[in-house]
């Protein structure tokens, strides 16, 4: 890590501060970048080379988190009822 990635920065997503400040360069439990999170799940995009923070607090990651896990589970709901018709059209 630069130096300059290293200095406080507030949270990219609600311009907070928190004590537990996360990069968004780190990996989720599930081995997801948290960058690649953001990408899929809000309306803004972050360039690897922009000035801006590159950090996120754990409110937020908590918040990502929550939204990645239930963009995947409508999904999943979606594909079951689709499976579901299919069935019964047999
Ligand atoms: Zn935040």
Known sequence: MEA?????????LCDGSGEKMLSVFDKTEEGQQILHLIKECLPI???????????ICEKCFNNLELVSRFKKSSQYTAEKHKEN???NWR
Do not use: N
């Open 85 to 87: 018709l299919r069935a």
């Open 4 to 12: 300059s990635e290293k200095m406080e920065q507030p949270c990219r």
């Open 45 to 55: 995009i972050i360039y690897r080379t922009d000035p801006l923070s590159k950090q």
